[in-house]
């Protein structure tokens, strides 16, 4: 069986429809600020939620509304995240009322979402208005403008969609992402929106989307900050008419590599544009005596601000990639640690069991240059390993976070 | 009892002589890079050390020569900080030797540290070359050329020594740090050597600087990258003349004052002139139920690369304080919490019960635009506080750290 690329978005599964609009939140007019999908039926339902204690109304209400494993539309909005405000869970809820009423369907069936300026009040005025525009705006083709209405400091639509096969039925998957800072492991750590038309159970669902995420977007970080608002949520409703999938098997399996799929494509679009970033950064951990010894290490690695700086430089500055692998908490032995980089350009072996090796600095360079770098870490302690999605750390990211707000 | 400031750094104590010259490990021939402190006797001697796995060989050998409790001399260079290297512990070594020559003391008794680049082999040659020429500038006017042969990419040398008295003894404590980057909580961040001349056996010597760093050196960060070759030592001679401290009371006491006034006033140095950063601040919580409480949030709120971000745009934005608090692992009542932002400018109040409150945006910003900002945390469930010190996060942090090997 494959998994194939195609266009669509969130719209490529049957049955979604999506849009997105500027409503006024945003003092942009040229940007989206809102967005909208819908399924044609009811649609299973699942989600992850931000660890931070300090959570966006907007989860709360979407947890409530999703308890029951059903959901049929998602409204989201960007400008303003609709936290640590007196009013939030009641603004959240007129944002479910407002879209169920539009659309007719049960309020307890929308999944809200926000994402922006934290402990700002929401006003409800400029979503109200924008909710009928959307609703009106709805189309198969409206992936892309719901990609749009979801970015902050996003600077590219983060979408993607595949198809695959489940018992000779075609199905199809497509996600949207927004990043881009805020964005920290052990969390669901982004806003991330996935829609398939493949039929399967709510407790598969959120049972792939638990496993999914362990090794993708908990393991994407752009600069250590989890946020309060994060969640990622798929729906799937079941139109492709394949038989459900309500356990294990060889579907379920087919599905997870779909969702895989997906999910991996947006982390790296996530990681590669955090605020500032000019580089997409993978550091890929083998031979770990544990999985999570493999996870500890790369999150570490990936985390580091001086290894991040040094790669904003094309700096192979290996000595900072052993200091984050010695602090990770990891039970390692550094004595057998190697380490190198690698890029279209090339590979460069740059310590080998704890100690630099000599390199050329030049090729380094030319390997360092590159937009998408692999921090490759050998543990020779085990067979297990792990990959953690990151970016460099640049002027423009200490830029964008200076003035936030205005 | 009162502890009064005065001149002379490592040197200000009875019996205390140092000295920093250029001998050739930087390329910057006005840049001294190693330094030289001697105590006339033998002194009692405690260290802490970094936490991290990957551990610079002059820790190890400084571990095993302090291991019965005295030292007499401090050799530090800049540069290069002789970790990750195979020949590292000989080199380290060799530096303990070449010192313990010159001035016809103990090898054993000599404290090693090297600070700079990890991963380079360090050339005894410049090194042998120096210590002599260390050794005949040895003066008790030297304190402030081994504060400045000890920097990195400090910006200002730091140093202090206080003056106190312990059972009608004056005595007099001293200390010199080097930061700047790579420094964060969880162990004794940054090297510090500190001097005095009260008699204290090793093991309350010990105890003290154990305690001692918790709340100082211990919460301080700059950038979250735990150094692989971090250590604060203190060396005690003994000559003030005082009544040995070999116990609890009120000189261990009047002590650990003392200690502590050293330490902090270092610690706010090195923070303030973390790398790149235009602002020190510190993040005091008040009202947490345990003292745990209030540093893992106080910690978590000093090391948010967003929140650090803002304070170099001077923007009030409280609610990366909200979130940073939220995600710090420590259970707290997030409807509970107030922030306030002070300076010498004034305290402008701008969140209440976890939601906002509404505040001028000039006079925050008036407050703000100072070079030294606390971000005042009141949790209101209990009584224990906590300070942690950093600085602000700066397009010249990125800029050092971009390309720092060259």
Same mark, same amino acid.
């Given at each position: 069986m494959s998994i194939? !690329? /195609?266009?669509?978005?969130?719209? &490529?599964?049957?049955?979604?429809? #999506?849009?997105?609009?500027?409503? @006024?939140?945003?003092?942009?007019?040229?940007?989206?600020?809102?967005?909208?999908?819908?399924?044609?039926?009811?649609?299973?339902?699942?989600?992850?939620?931000?660890?931070?204690?300090?959570?966006?109304?907007?989860? !709360? /209400?979407?947890?409530?509304?999703? &308890?029951?494993?059903?959901?049929? #539309?998602?409204?989201?909005?960007? @400008?303003?995240?609709?936290?640590?405000?007196?009013?939030?869970?009641?603004?959240?809820?007129?944002?479910?009322?407002?879209?169920?009423?539009?659309?007719?369907?049960?309020?307890?069936?929308?999944?809200?979402?926000s994402t922006g300026v934290i402990g700002q009040p929401l006003n409800i005025e400029p979503i109200a208005a924008g909710i009928p525009m959307l609703a009106k705006e709805l189309s198969a083709n409206g992936g892309e403008a719901a990609a749009e209405g979801i970015m902050t400091t996003d600077t590219v639509k983060k979408e993607i969609a595949v198809e695959f096969t489940l018992g000779g039925k075609t199905c199809r998957m497509g996600g949207i992402a927004k990043g881009s800072g805020m964005i920290h492991p052990n969390m669901a750590t982004m806003l991330v929106f996935i829609t398939t038309d493949a039929a399967i159970s709510a407790e598969m669902l959120e049972k792939a989307l638990k496993h999914d995420v362990q090794s993708t977007f908990n393991m994407t970080s752009v600069d250590g900050d989890t946020s309060t608002n994060d969640m990622v949520t798929i729906l799937a409703n079941g139109m492709a008419g394949n038989a459900e999938i309500t356990a294990d098997g060889a579907d379920f399996a087919e599905f997870m590599k779909a969702l895989n799929t997906v999910t991996v494509y947006l982390c790296r679009m996530i990681a590669g544009d955090g605020e500032g970033a000019t580089k997409l950064l993978e550091c890929k951990v083998t031979g770990a005596a544990t999985e999570q010894t493999a996870k500890t290490v790369a999150k570490s690695v990936i985390c580091s601000s001086l290894l991040k700086a040094a790669m904003f430089g094309a700096d192979a500055n290996w000595g900072r990639v052993l200091c984050a692998i010695g602090y990770s908490g990891a039970n390692v032995d550094v004595n057998k640690v190697d380490v190198a980089f690698r890029s279209a350009k090339g590979t460069v072996a740059v310590c080998k069991n704890g100690a630099g090796v000599e390199f050329s600095e030049e090729i380094a360079k030319e390997i360092l240059l590159e937009k998408e770098i692999e921090i490759l870490v050998e543990l020779n302690s085990g067979d297990c390993q792990a990959t953690a999605f990151g970016c460099d750390l640049t002027y423009e990211y200490v830029k964008i976070n200076g003035d936030y707000r205005t």
């Open positions: 194939k !690329t /195609v266009s669509g978005g969130v719209c &490529a599964a049957k049955g979604f429809r #999506a849009s997105g609009v500027h409503c @006024g939140i945003r003092k942009n007019r040229t940007k989206k600020d809102i967005a909208l999908i819908l399924s044609e039926v009811r649609a299973h339902a699942a989600a992850v939620y931000t660890t931070n204690l300090v959570k966006g109304a907007p989860l !709360t /209400v979407t947890k409530d509304h999703i &308890a029951d494993g059903f959901a049929q #539309a998602v409204i989201c909005n960007s @400008g303003n995240a609709n936290t640590c405000n007196a009013n939030g869970i009641e603004i959240a809820e007129q944002m479910s009322e407002l879209v169920a009423k539009e659309l007719s369907i049960s309020a307890k069936d929308v999944v809200v979402a």
